[in-house]
């Protein structure tokens, strides 16, 4: 047996008892739904990993992502869902907005980009505010619905961002509309 052959069975050996465990107790990512308005779905679904959940704070509008023990909404682990006035009908004129807003505010967006996310154009950006401790970077995915937008945000001091981004980016890119009718 070559040596490639013997580290990939060493490998393979070690990681089925994990990768059946998962399989058999469903402890992969799992597709949720967003509370909507009263008799009416909301448009659209994301997947979040294994021992997620969704949370809602008294007095706070919108909904928290995240594992179990993360405490809203300061726990930087969380994805922040929220409802925007901000119309993205247009999201090359919504991108451009930041890019103007950018010069004139305490925060930078040094990422702002369209981002097609399961067949819906919206914007995505990187906010950057804050200096020395209080340093933050937002992750922010911008997608439209009817009268406005939905804000998907994953935030972090700046010190933390890069590594929780990867989660972030698999929530935020995991989103997808509704089938219609459902």
């Avoid at 997608?143 to 933390?160: C, Q, W």
Wanted: hydrophobic share 40%.
């Amino acid at each position: 047996m070559s040596f490639r052959r013997l580290i990939a069975a060493v490998i393979i050996t070690a990681l089925a008892p994990a990768v059946l465990a998962s399989s058999a107790t469903g402890a992969g990512p799992r597709r949720i739904e967003l509370p909507g308005a009263p008799g009416k779905p909301f448009p659209y679904t994301v997947e979040i990993p294994a021992g997620w959940q969704m949370r809602q704070v008294e007095g706070i509008p919108g909904v928290w992502l995240g594992p179990a023990d993360a405490q809203p909404p300061g726990d930087p682990r969380l994805v922040y869902v929220r409802i925007s006035t901000t119309s993205l009908a247009n999201p090359e004129q919504t991108a451009a907005n930041i890019r103007a807003a950018d010069e004139k505010q305490p925060w930078s967006a040094p990422e702002v980009a369209i981002k097609e996310v399961g067949g819906v154009r919206g914007v995505l950006v990187r906010m950057d505010s804050g200096e020395g401790d209080q340093a933050r970077s937002t992750l922010v995915l911008k997608l439209p619905l009817e009268g406005g937008g939905v804000d998907f945000l994953g935030s972090a001091p700046r010190a933390e961002f890069e590594k929780l981004r990867p989660v972030y980016e698999q929530v935020l890119f995991s989103v997808r509309q509704r089938p219609a009718g459902k």
